[in-house]
């Protein structure tokens, strides 16, 4: 069974500063892995998604995130934020054999001005 | 091209009735996910459907939660006498079949509060 573990529950900063959200995995086969953004009271939307190859994923909004196999990980950054980036942003993990999306609990991203 | 679309977006029950939760997928999607998410916490998966098939319902409650998706028309996610704890948005997905079934499209949410 997999499981997606999201390091920080909060995550502060300020406009324009560098920001990184973290999140690791347990997975006993290959897997897929995601990033999502929920904005108040809307659905969840797609960032970016790693399936294989570069391990380096770029997204929209630019943000991009790094996958890494031999420490389980997947955390997404961004090197300069907007305060239009304040939402929730959830890691997620799918075996590459079967449909079922396993999600993290969540990270609230704040920026402030 | 529309997007997933649910409706209610909203959805007030007392305890003891029932909510009836729809979903249309995506133009050319043939998977339908249902999940919950309670407040301050992540997406609990908990069925996810084909047309007219049930695939995998394991983090469906075993009582009072059903779900359909007919040949015809949306996706319906029954819950029935609902209680307190049912309170929460529930949120569809819809994806393509084959090599990209695991791109997931969600819907806005049914945000149901039971009183």
């Known amino acids: 069974a997999q499981s997606v573990t999201q390091l920080d529950s909060q995550v502060p900063v300020f406009e324009e500063a560098p920001v990184e959200l973290r999140c690791n995995y347990s997975?006993?086969?290959?897997?897929?892995l995601f990033w999502y953004v929920q904005y108040p009271n809307q659905g969840l939307q797609l960032l970016l998604k790693y399936l294989s190859g570069s391990t380096l994923v770029k997204g929209i909004n630019g943000f991009e995130a790094e996958f890494n196999k031999s420490q389980t990980s997947f955390h997404l950054r961004k090197p300069s934020v907007h305060i239009s980036d304040t939402a929730e942003y959830f890691c997620a993990v799918s075996d590459t054999g079967g449909f079922k999306t396993i999600f993290g609990a969540g990270t609230r991203l704040f920026v402030k001005a | 091209n529309a997007g997933v679309m649910q409706n209610p977006r909203h959805l007030v029950r007392r305890r003891g009735q029932e909510a009836r939760l729809r979903c249309s997928p995506m133009k050319g999607h043939s998977h339908v996910y249902w999940y919950r998410q309670l407040p301050e916490e992540g997406l609990k998966f908990m069925v996810y459907?084909?047309?007219?098939?049930?695939?995998?319902e394991s983090g469906m409650p075993k009582e009072r939660f059903s779900a359909e998706f007919p040949k015809e028309g949306p996706s319906i996610l029954r819950i029935q006498q609902v209680v307190r704890g049912d309170s929460a948005a529930y949120f569809c997905?819809?994806?393509?079949?084959?090599?990209?079934?695991?791109?997931?499209?969600f819907g806005p949410g049914t945000r149901l509060t039971v009183t």
């Open positions: 459907l084909q047309k007219e098939n049930i695939i995998d």
């Open positions: 997975s006993s086969v290959s897997v897929y």
């Open positions: 997905a819809s994806s393509k079949t084959g090599t990209e079934a695991y791109e997931q499209y």
